[in-house]
């Protein structure tokens, strides 16, 4: 068993004070994402990204069953209960997450117009170093830029419009503040439940 290496994920998991949820890859899920050895403080960390504060079963947060995690990882066997949290199996390695710039080159379809100005103004960078202890990007649709009219955009794409596209795009990034529908996660504080 790959974690009974790690003392600390071990006494985690073992603990009834720590309730979490427990994503844990099929043989399959491992034998593809670990062809040979890696470091262990590889493993180390990809043990901890299959870990998450708090208890979540699917019918709370993944309604669907059609839920796609890392963009590769489906849920196969769900809501596992435990003494300290909840297991769901998945059928892919969970990685860490990319920077925000390569999520959005990865997430383009539909947001090129957004992606265009990051790049063109160097937000992509800051956005970045930002959101790496955690945060949250609203992402503006080509749609919705469309919906500014040619004039707008024009402007916001020349010379002399970049400072304001910078602080369009820059008002769309909360830093150290992750976001979802019904969970906040605070600077340095536990989830907030908001359902």
């Not at 043990?47 to 489906?74: K, M, R, Y």
């Not at 992509?124 to 202890?133: C, E």
């Not at 020349?158 to 019904?182: D, P, W």
Request: net charge negative.
């Amino acid at each position: 068993m790959i974690i009974s290496g790690f003392d600390e994920v071990v006494s985690f998991l073992n603990s009834t004070e720590a309730n979490c949820t427990l994503f844990v890859p099929t043989n399959k899920a491992f034998e593809k994402a670990l062809p040979e050895e890696p470091p262990m403080e590889q493993i180390r960390q990809w043990v901890w990204h299959h870990i998450s504060p708090g208890v979540d079963p699917c019918e709370d947060q993944l309604p669907s069953w059609d839920v796609t995690l890392n963009f590769v990882a489906h849920i196969t066997n769900s809501n596992i209960h435990a003494t300290n949290g909840i297991i769901h199996v998945v059928d892919d390695m969970l990685s860490a997450p990319s920077p925000a710039s390569d999520t959005l080159d990865y997430l383009s379809l539909g947001i090129s117009t957004f992606n265009l100005g990051l790049n063109k103004t160097g937000v992509t960078n800051a956005s970045d170093g930002i959101l790496s202890s955690g945060g949250t990007l609203f992402a503006p649709t080509d749609s919705e830029f469309a919906n500014l009219g040619f004039a707008a955009n024009a402007l916001l794409f020349s010379g002399h419009g970049e400072k304001y596209i910078e602080a369009l795009l820059e008002y769309h990034i909360v830093a150290n503040q992750t976001l979802f529908t019904n969970i906040y996660y605070a600077p340095g504080k536990e989830a907030e439940d908001r359902s």
